[in-house]
């Protein structure tokens, strides 16, 4: 059964970074393509970021380009969202997901969740 547990997220002032991870247990790692959805109270969850199962290939909402980073560590079975100059938009619950086969950004194509981890972002 593959687990994705998220951590990193918390409360942070505006124009301020935080950096997320996400640690992938109960498969083939290497196999997956992982993304970064995020869902604001109130609204729907929508896509931030995903890279290839390798790491050289990324894709970014754009809401987040320019300012958000995703990467992937395949030693250590874990991928990473960097946050910069966060703003109260981003406040949000923040969840990592994966598949087999390319990386998307519809979330119905991922079969492999975490719980999420939440994010706030003070003005």
């Known amino acids: 059964q593959v687990q994705l547990v998220e951590s990193g997220g918390g409360l942070v002032q505006a124009g301020g970074s935080l950096r997320l991870s996400c640690a992938v247990s109960?498969?083939?790692?290497?196999?997956?393509?992982m993304a970064w959805f995020r869902q604001a109270p109130g609204k729907e969850r929508e896509f931030t970021a995903a890279i290839s199962w390798r790491g050289t290939n990324t894709y970014y909402g754009d809401s987040v380009k320019g300012r958000f980073t995703i990467s992937r560590d395949n030693a250590k079975n874990t991928v990473y969202l960097q946050m910069n100059s966060l703003n109260p938009e981003a406040t949000a619950v923040y969840y990592c997901?994966?598949?087999?086969?390319?990386?998307?950004?519809?979330?119905?194509?991922?079969?492999?969740w975490g719980q999420g981890t939440p994010v706030t972002v003070s003005s």
């Open positions: 997901a994966g598949r087999e086969g390319p990386y998307s950004d519809s979330i119905s194509r991922y079969a492999f």
């Open positions: 109960g498969g083939t790692f290497t196999s997956y393509a």
